[in-house]
């Protein structure tokens, strides 16, 4: 499976639910390639369709890139910028799989300037391959090594916030040394959020020895106090032979 991939593109990038390629007034990220998608965070009025569409039609956009080039970076900043892109590159695994492509992706830290800010997001660097056996297929619903995010209170310090995101990185990492594998359950955009984030901090970990971290994301089902509740696994792997 080829996972390095430097293929020129033009830009794109998605604005409010919409693609737009080439747009002249898209965000400078550093670091930033010419095929890539920059997620923008739906308004919190929006109405729950409308969300959906949006979700769906960024979905479109990133299999619409993994069919003809293969590869696509999926750029987000904000955790409900995350939230959405998660969402969209698990129906995108869908789209794709009528194809017998599968998806994958690669979290790494992004960061960009705005006015006197300087904001650090998180790049879904995703590419297509031939889509694995179905004998050795892996069901996230019942995983067995599985780690639950929890939401940070909304209280928390930065510094406790941040040390928390290590402590699940760490995990992460130790979970993928041992086993060459692990589910991250979330629910919600705050938990998906710290999951990409510790994800982002277990590939530098995992890297140091030696083997890369890839991922790709499904939606979850569970029953909490009596509600059904959908959530994001995603599931993490090494190129470990």
């Known amino acids: 499976m080829n996972k390095e991939r430097n293929k020129d ?21 550093q670091g930033d390639d010419k095929n890539s998608l920059r997620v ?6 929006i109405l729950p369709d409308e969300r959906k569409r949006n979700v769906k039609k ?3 956009a990133i299999s619409h890139s993994l069919r ?13 910028a995350i939230g959405k892109a998660a969402k969209a590159l698990a129906i995108a695994q869908n789209y794709i799989g009528v194809q017998d492509l599968q998806l994958s992706f690669a979290p790494a830290f992004i960061s960009t300037r705005m006015g006197d ?3 650090t997001g998180i790049s879904f660097c995703t590419f297509a391959s031939k889509k694995m056996d179905a004998d050795s297929a892996v ?12 939401a940070d209170p909304k209280d928390v310090s930065a510094s406790d916030r941040k040390h928390n995101v290590k402590k699940l990185a760490g995990a992460i ?25 510790a994800l982002a901090i277990a590939r530098a970990y995992t890297a140091s020895r030696g083997p890369d971290l890839y991922c790709w994301d499904a ?13 994001i696994a995603f599931y993490a792997y090494t190129n470990e032979i």
């Open 139 to 150: 069901d996230v619903e019942s995983f067995e090594n599985c780690l639950m995010v929890k």
């Open 219 to 231: 939606f979850i089902v569970a029953n909490m106090n009596g509600n059904e509740r959908t959530g």
């Open 9 to 29: 593109e033009n830009n794109v990038n998605e604005v409010d639910g919409n693609v737009v390629k080439g747009n002249d007034n898209a965000v400078n990220v």
């Open 40 to 45: 923008k965070a739906d308004p919190q009025d």
């Open 68 to 80: 003809t080039s293969g590869e696509i970076n999926v750029r987000c900043f904000g955790n409900a």
């Open 117 to 119: 800010n300087d904001l």
């Open 58 to 60: 960024l979905a479109g």
């Open 173 to 197: 990492a130790h979970a993928l040394e041992e086993n060459k594998e692990v589910v991250i359950r979330c629910f919600g955009n705050a938990t998906i959020g710290k999951a990409s984030k």
